[in-house]
């Protein structure tokens, strides 16, 4: 019970969603507009090891920043290129990209630094953590709230902000347009294209940046295949969150608990890959039991129509 | 005439594919300051240089052709079965505690070792699918979930209850299993063990499996239009599962061969470090799930892999430059598809406009 | 002249599909282009719309010379179009789908309440109600029929084009929407129609253009001509009648008692179908689809199985049995959807036509290749179905030659019993004739046919029994020489059984 109470636990969740929220954001609006991102993981892993690179060539951590976004955006585009422009498979596509992810971060891991396995450099500055003015001050939910790298606020802020931009503006009505019937509003002259390029590079900054909380956040530190299966997690969270920015906030928030949760548990006397297992297992329970939302959501509708 | 034009075509393509890769490479390597003509010497010398060394790329493509084989089969009856890893590693930990813990002779300790990795990682594969039947659960993202489930709990059960701990370092992995349960070697004083015959067989029969029986048939029409099968009677959950069964099936034997074969134990992580079962997705993209297709791309992947060792030992580029020209093939392939689809849609919708307006 | 467009010529590779179209249109006027399925209207029509681009000749708009490259141009120009198979966004609101494209705004948000108001305005000033929040996707046929208009109209349209506009209503909404057509000409607006049901275009049109392979073979005013002279031109010979021979039905082969499906929603698909097919008869069964005949014919081949009832073919039960198990009790089915159910488009023309035959080419449990292509070929002959090759893939014939495909793997069943759903949607009339004769040829035979038909005109050609499903139940029964198509019609609607 006290686990349960302990702000450190909730404060860690935010520091593990994080990199789980951004990329599923990203994943959302891919989903949107009628692609379907299973290379969410390699993104994110770009977006660590580019970050690491940014961050040792300028030694600027927002030009850090700048870099990983930038570098994650030419992957989505190449991307949005084969399943757009030459319509690849999404899904051999994505594949295709977690690969090239894996083999390209280790490769220039080696190349670049000239070490194997992973990275570490001490003298490395990591992200700031950002203290709240006024709610610091305020007993357990000052240490849960404040004291994050800017990136975890970032990620609040963009359910919000995609939430609104999706369902209040034009643009984003637009693309829910364009993903929902790409034929009709191509006869309306909306540029579909156009809008799932956006996406697509929107999604690519965001796992830029997912990727940076991962090798920024806490400790600076790049290891090969660090992402470790967050991407996928991620894409589930979109599933889940049935692309909808706050049901994607959500089920984030969810894997991130158990992430830290079962972090925390191997304090105690279970054996660390139960822990680790946990949130897959999670993962893989909350799809059994969200799996049929739309479903119901269809017989719903049918029944209002028919009162 | 139009057979040879046909191969030459088929042909064609793939070997496209290798050309980027490799031009990928180059630069790669040239980026790295190394000579591209040694490194790619270098490379070959290390796959097909000697016979050692040729065997050596033999056994390493042994697991990836299975898997190979086993992921095709599902891609053709449409499942995007991206659990090869999970598979994998049950089959081989299942393999190592039968072969350790059944009484017997040893060729019955390596016959039911068999079995049991098969079974096992068959019915993990089986799992997975019969969420899809019967849940509707997404089998490519159940697929991926359960791989890691299978890692960490394979690695639990090395490094807790089944541990070996006779040695004085407390390694996770298991004792060793006794010499009359191993399989055979191919020669004396290579790598290439009996595993790789399996594959051989395995390749022959799942070609004619998907090409001339009924079974095989259904397994088509299912991967091409699933409700055009079950109209014509087809019995899609039957069918779904046995072929993921057989499927993971595939992986496990995959799995219990290594074990039985090279390490002679189960080993946490041995079986995944080598990227075996994204080898085996990969070759059967590359190939675009036809069974001989597939071993052919399986072993140019364990080619460019043991290549890549070769480059890593006698010059500076790193061996990773074997997984960016992986990558980049793949990518390009991933596009190839593609790019004879949208010829064939063109053409059918010239053909649906002419008839349709 | 309001529009003109002359000489247009589309070729898609060797194919024409127009031929030196002439075309002009009134202000005020409704002007109907009739033809067969593949004679391109159509292809005339998406020129028109900045879809297509011609090979050849030249559109004139209130005089100017115009060449659109997008629809996005035609809307510019006043020119707007619905579809045959809807343009619409299901999740969305009627207002939402109706400013798409025009979205009143500020600073880049969507005013949602001026969108709403926009649209009652609108629909209160054509007098065409509609809910603006409702969710289209919950909406009748008719109801998403009247908002594309609105949307067209939304966008300032001057000449509005409906491509088969009236496939999916209901009678009284095809009369609801014919007066709307009317009213709006009368206002100012120019209507083009493109459909082939002659009787609409009678009471509608004002001048009536006519197409056939790809030619104009007539312009006429509706007052100087007639039904039979439109399919005259339409089709270019008088049709073969076919004779049915009188014969008495034997055995009932199907039989359907009490037959309930439960839905999503309150209401069950299928509410205690009774029926049943004899020997040497085919029954129809007319209505609008989406009253249940989809679910019917799951049922009865075992795609679906029914909450309630019971379901026999030749008197064995087989309401639990497997889609196989009833295929093997005498089910040969010709599908609705012939490339949702009836092909594997990858796959080729033989692997297409082995599908349910497999049981009879195998041995050992390998399929005989050369006796199933030696099947396949005679087919390809007997019903002239065009196509490179047997390993030609299914999806490079078009729908006329796949579907006589399919009409010949499921004939060569010689199975007491046939299901045949729409078997000659979307096919040209000479392929319409061998099918139809063939389904009449299993009847005279002894087999039992249920025919399930949206083409009122077919069903009544075909059927000696004919019933009416209406909201998953069967609202009407009529022996043939007994139906009249205004007692269908009602029927169809929704019409009380007498």
Sequence with gaps: MDLLLDATLYSSTLRAVTPILLAALGGALCARVGLFNVGLEGLILIGAFSAIVGNHLTGNIWLALLFAMTCVMMFSLLFAYMTIHLKANVIVVGVALNFLALGLTTFSLRAIFDVKGSYVDRNMVGLPRWEIPLIHDIPWIGRVVSGHSPLVYFGLLMVVLLYVYMFRTVSGFRLRAAGENPIASRSLGIRVTQYQYGAMIACGALCGLAGAQLSLGQLTLFTEGMTNGRGFIALVATMLGQSNPLGVGASSLLFGFMGSLSTRLQGMALPTQFTSMLPFVVTLLAMFFFRNKSQLADARRSNESSR | ?357 | MLLQMKGITKAYGGVIANKHVDFSLKKGEVHALVGENGAGKTTLMRILYGMETPTDGSITLNGKPLQFSSPADAIANGIGMVHQHFMLYPSFTIAENIVIGREPRRFGFINQFRAISEVAELSRQYGMPVDPRRVIGDCSLGVQQRVEILKVLHQGAEIIILDEPTGVLTPLEVKELLESVRRLARSGKSFIIITHKLQEVMDVADRITVLRDGEVTGAVDASGTNVDELSRLMVGRDLVNLQRKEQTPGQPILELEGITLAGSGSKPVLDHINLSVHAGEIVGIAGISGNGQSELLQVISGLAKPDAGALRLQGKDIKDASVRQIREQGLAHIPEDRYQWGVAKEATVADNGLMGHTDRYTKYGLIKGGKVREMVRGWVERFSIKTGSLDTKAQHLSGGNLQKLIVARELEHRSPFLIAAEPTRGVDVGAMEVIHGELLKRRDDGGAVLLVSSELTEVLKLSDRILVMYEGRIVGETRAEEASEERISLWMAGGKRQ
């Design chain 2, 1 to 357: 005439m139009n057979l040879v034009n046909q191969i030459a075509k088929s042909l064609l393509q793939p070997l496209l594919a290798i050309l980027v890769g490799l031009a990928a490479g180059a630069v790669a390597i040239m980026i790295v300051g190394g000579s591209v003509v040694d490194t790619y010497a270098e490379m070959w010398k290390g796959a097909f240089g000697s016979f050692y060394f040729f065997t050596n790329t033999l056994a390493r493509a042994t697991p990836i052709i299975l898997i190979g084989l086993g992921v095709a089969l599902a891609f053709r009856a449409g499942f995007f079965n991206l659990g090869a890893e999970g598979q994998l590693i049950l089959g081989g930990l299942s393999a190592a505690l039968t072969a350790l813990h059944v009484p017997g002779p040893g060729w019955l300790k390596l016959t039911l070792a068999i079995i049991a990795g098969i079974i096992a990682a068959g019915i993990w594969s089986a799992f997975a699918g019969w969420l899809d039947t019967r849940f509707r659960m997404n089998l490519l993202i159940t697929t991926l979930l359960l791989n890691y489930i299978a890692v960490y709990f394979a690695s639990y059960m090395v490094s807790h209850p089944f541990m070996d701990r006779t040695g004085s370092a407390a390694m996770a992995q298991t004792p060793m299993v006794e010499n009359a349960a191993w399989l055979p070697k191919l020669f004396q004083g290579m790598s290439v063990h009996a595993g790789f015959l399996f594959a051989m067989i395995g390749t022959i029969l799942l070609f004619l499996y998907i090409r001339y029986t009924v079974s095989g048939y259904e397994v088509r029409m299912l991967g091409g239009n699933p409700l055009f099968a079950s109209y014509g009677g087809v019995r899609r959950g039957r069918l779904m599962l046995i072929s993921m069964f057989v499927s993971g099936g595939l992986a496990g034997l995959a799995g219990a061969a290594e074990v039985l074969g090279t390490q002679y134990r189960f080993i946490d992580g041995s079986l995944s470090a080598p990227g075996y079962a994204w080898s085996g997705i990969m070759a059967t993209l590359l190939a675009s799930s036809h069974p001989i297709g597939t071993a052919l791309a399986a072993l140019l992947l364990a080619a460019l892999q043991t290549g890549g060792m070769g480059v890593e030992r006698n010059t500076d580029v790193p061996l990773e430059i074997s997984s960016l020209i992986q990558a980049v093939l793949i990518l390009f392939v991933s596009a190839r598809i593609s790019y004879s689809f949208i010829k064939n849609r063109k053409k059918a919708r010239a053909a649906a406009d002419g008839s349709s307006t």
